[in-house]
């Protein structure tokens, strides 16, 4: 896959778990952060050019305790990893002050 990114992706300390906001469905895990967007891994492949309402959290359920933030994010690439797991790249739509905040703390 050519490479389009032009913002720098960073590396998390550890791993986030993100899910569908509304279906609670497990999407993957938060790899890496930039300032527009997120590379996601995944055990499915997720759907292209759509927005996605999400949630993030640190526990491999969705819960209220868990949950640290909310954002709203538009996939944009999916490509198939080694064995089972996908790479998907996300632009964010809609990240409010406090979850950016979030997401700097997780670098």
Request: with cysteine.
């Amino acid at each position: 896959m050519e490479e389009k990114r032009r913002a720098t992706r960073r590396t998390l300390k550890h791993y986030m778990s993100v899910f569908d906001r509304h279906s609670h469905a497990y999407l993957g895990m938060l790899v890496e952060l930039s300032d527009s967007g997120f590379k996601l891994t995944s055990p499915k492949k997720i759907e292209l050019q759509l927005s996605y309402h999400l949630a993030l959290a640190d526990s491999p359920t969705l819960n209220e305790a868990d949950t640290i933030a909310f954002f709203e994010a538009a996939s944009i690439w999916c490509e198939q990893k080694s064995g089972a797991f996908y790479d998907s790249g996300f632009k964010f739509v809609e990240v409010s002050h406090l979850t950016k905040e979030i997401f700097q703390d997780l670098l």
